[in-house]
């Protein structure tokens, strides 16, 4: 009669795959461990902002860009089709709050990213201001 027994190799095997998949589970792929604000990275364009609870929609020629970039740079456009208005500044974020340094100014917002959607609420001469904005690249 023949024992049922496991070769040496396959011994090791069947105890080291416990021990695999708990680092596989504790440990998982870098993409899973994105950055907090690795979401904001790219250019948004403003299509709405709401003021006192009232939406006022972003129309041509008028035109809102931020353009959060690695390295924690940060540059807003505003356009009102005369002219342009360049600001560079820095950013960084946590899982909810985004803090944006412009012109020795700093400013905290809190933030969701939704897709290809970013609402940011922030405060603007003491009023509640919430930015609707589309990812455009």
């Known amino acids: 009669m023949k024992k049922n027994t496991l070769s040496p190799l396959r011994h090791a095997l069947v105890l080291a ?4 998949l708990l680092l596989l589970f504790a440990f998982p792929p870098s993409e899973a461990r994105a950055a907090p604000g690795d979401k904001l990275k790219g250019k948004w364009k403003a299509v ?3 003021l006192g609870g009232k939406r006022h929609p972003v129309k041509p020629p008028m035109l ?5 970039q690695g390295g924690s740079k940060l540059v807003v456009t505003i356009s009102n089709g005369k002219r342009d208005m360049v600001q560079n500044g820095t950013w960084s974020a946590t899982a909810t709050q985004l803090i944006m340094k412009i012109k020795g100014q700093t400013e905290t917002a809190g933030y969701k990213v939704t897709g290809s959607r970013l ?9 509640a201001a919430k930015y609707h904005m589309k990812k455009v690249n």
């Open 17 to 20: 795959l416990p021990a695999a």
């Open 48 to 50: 709405a902002m709401e």
């Open 64 to 68: 809102i860009i931020f353009h959060f």
């Open 119 to 127: 609402t940011m609420n922030k405060t603007i001469a003491g009023r």
